[in-house]
């Protein structure tokens, strides 16, 4: 990109024909790429405008993590903006990552000379120095680049003191105390423009003949431009290799690091000498950053907040806090969000490296105590979201391992939610480290929350790796659990599926004389047959239900046997009957407290009042269905119940509030993917406006947007 293309030429500086002009500027980078936005914030600070404007000297700072090319920007903006400063341009590298950074004394000698100063008459003093370098940079129009500064003190003595010069400096820091900057901070290159820098480094026709491996290849690098320039060089210096091949070498964690090398440049290498400063870095009264930096590097998950990275080092939170922002300004984590951090792929690796090598046993430790606190914290929502189920055995916390207390659902919830990616990462790092004990039972106490949340994705993966790990374990009882939870979001996915899981629940069960959890199994078992319409099978099957339930004493169980029964008579017209039972399953719902579960079984009474013809008792019952519902953030039974409301209206003639129930209805199955429901309503919609002679209104599913189905639309099954 150049930015001058047009431009006529400038006037040389004052005396600058007697004079030789500095043209310092390493090569620009012949094949960079992207960072388009970057180069013209940058290049729009150093402007001749901006500068005309001001009497203070343009300063922008470009800074960014490690491998992140901040060097290469800030040479290919100096050369594209070099005839604005007809004077010349300084450049020096100054070192700041290394141990030993240049002095800014050092560096106003060598400026002094190349301005035209005498050895001889250069200052000892280095405010004198300073002095005479702002002296001969007043009348001038110059570039400076300051590139590897450590901090704003190195680079304060080598700012020019007029508007007519202006400073490019590069750092692994924001420099946030240097008065007056422009920070240009620099993120990871884009899939596009990773790819796009890749292929222009290997060429077109072999990028094209392997695009898959092309993708592998540019994924591993994780948009780091330093990373993906020593794939490149590699394969353009191995002309006999296939692109796969790099690909699969990089695929294996443990060696990732080893293979970008090529020549001088090396992923390791760049990281090292940010970890070496940060190493050197004294602690005071805080956690140490280059040991929370290593033990950072343990945790898998895509992200980490406050509390989860003063479970993984054992230190209280306002103690991490402070060496987490450390980290955050030395661009070796990242903060999305605040208390929120998460750690470049490479990076991450590398950190894990350094762990191993440095601190092995506190790396183990570390892992099982942040692994421990999102069981705990888990259980501890799950506690909160579904008070009714049986609790999963747990050892207490690890010192400094304390677990999240919550006060309401709505909190325990907005935390899965939060969690929703790491929880599924922690149940995967348990089991590929043999902490068989968590990835079982991390899964077994979220299932509630994913339940909630609409997330059948995630306690469907989180579970079958459950299985493998209680089956090492050898733990009958913890295995009868997860298979009965498989069969209950197999229930919500592959109906014919859920039976087997139930099946096998069940047999573990009765070899083991559980009862209590026989009865549980039993419940779901027989859902699965009300959900398949096999209504006959269910009813047989929820008395059954109904027995072991009551023999075990599960209230709360024979509640949910109740209400299911009652939906079975309704489907098979047994409405005298589904009345008679839906009394009973309110006085026990009500007596245990199950608020969600009346819900559900004030909808299903109303449906038999319904088709009774008793349309004002159904209605309310209907209304007081959707108050739980609405209370509860249960948007599917919202739905459910809105729809009915629609069909009372409808029957009653009343065609605009049917209308109006309806939409909202459809509105919200379609914003929580319902798609049959969706179709259904709006063929409901359809007859009642062609009934009435009115036109169709506007489907209003973005009315809800965001919201997530958290429930199926029965009371179903009964939580372990």
Known sequence: MSVSAGRAPRRAGAGSSLRRVPAQLPADVADFTGRKANLEQLCAAMSETERRDSTAVAVAVVAGAPGLG????????????RRDFPDGQLYVSL?????????????????????????????????????LYRTRLAERQMLVVLDDARNAAQV?????????????????????????????????????EATELFIRIIGAERADAEPDAVRDVVAVCAGLPLAIRI???????????????????????????????????????????SFDALARRKSVGGADPASL?????????????????????????ALVAGSLEVLVDAHLLESPAPDRYRLHDLLRDYAAERAEADEPQAANDAMHRVLSWYLLTADMAASVVAPHREQVPLAPAD?????????????????????????????????????????????????????????????????????????????????????????MVHGQLHLHEAIGYFDQAL????????????????????????????????????????????????????????????????????????????????????????????????????????????????AEEFQQALAIHRAAGNRYGEAQVLQQLGNVN????????????????????????EDTRVEEISAQLDEIGAENGRPLPGATATDHAGATATDHDRVGYVDP
Not at 654 to 659: F, I, K, R
Request: charge should be neutral.
């Open 650 to 673: 409808a029957r009653a003639g009343q065609a605009t509030e049917a209308l109006e129930a309806l939409i909202r209805a459809r509105g919200l199955f379609e914003s929580i993917g």
């Open 70 to 81: 901040k060097t290469a920007l800030a040479i290919h903006a100096a050369h594209a903006l």
């Open 231 to 273: 794939a490149g060089a590699r394969l353009a210096a191995r002309r006999g290799w296939k692109i796969r091949s790099l690909a699969n070498r990089l695929a294996d964690q443990r060696r990732r690091i080893d293979e970008l090398v090529a020549g001088d440049l090396a992923v390791r290498a760049c990281f090292q000498v």
């Open 156 to 192: 304060r003595p080598l700012l020019p003191g007029t508007g007519s010069c202006a400073v490019i400096v590069t750092s692994r820091h924001r420099l946030s105390d240097l008065a007056g900057s422009r920070l240009i901070d620099l993120d990871v290159l884009d899939d596009a």
């Open 507 to 618: 047999a573990i069960y009765r070899d083991i004389g559980d009862r209590r959890d026989e009865a549980l199994a039993a419940n779901n078992q027989a859902f699965c047959y009300l959900a398949l319409g096999r209504y006959d099978e269910a009813v047989t099957a929820l008395l059954r239900a109904l027995e072991l339930q009551r023999e075990a004493g599960r209230r709360y169980g024979e509640g949910v046997a109740l209400c299911n029964l009652v939906e079975a008579y309704v489907e098979l017209g047994r409405y005298d009957e589904a009345i008679a039972v839906s009394e009973v399953a309110l006085a026990v719902i009500r007596e245990v407290g199950s608020v969600r579960d009346e819900g559900y079984a004030l909808y299903n009474l109303g449906r038999a009042h319904l088709e009774l013809g008793r349309s004002a008792q159904a």
């Open 95 to 131: 070192r700041g990552g290394s141990e030993q950074p240049v002095p800014p004394d050092e560096v106003l000698a060598r400026f002094l000379r190349d301005l035209g100063v005498d050895g001889a008459r250069i200052p000892v003093e280095a405010e004198e120095r300073a002095a």
């Open 399 to 487: 010192p400094g391992g304390e677990p999240l207390v919550f006060a309401t659902a709505e909190q325990a919830l907005a935390w899965c939610e939060q969690e929703r990616s790491n929880l599924v990462a922690a149940t995967r790092q348990a089991a590929s480290r043999g902490l068989h004990d968590i990835a079982w039972k991390l899964p077994a106490v979220m299932k509630n929350g994913f339940d909630r949340l609409g997330y059948r994705a995630e306690w469907l993966a989180t579970h079958r790796i459950a299985l493998s790990s209680v089956r090492e374990l050898g733990d009958r009882p913890g295995e009868a659990r997860i298979l009965n939870n498989l069969g």
């Open 293 to 317: 930096f290593r033990m950072l590097g343990v945790w898998q998950g895509p992200s980490i907040g406050l509390h989860g990275a003063a479970a993984l080092v054992g230190q209280p939170e």
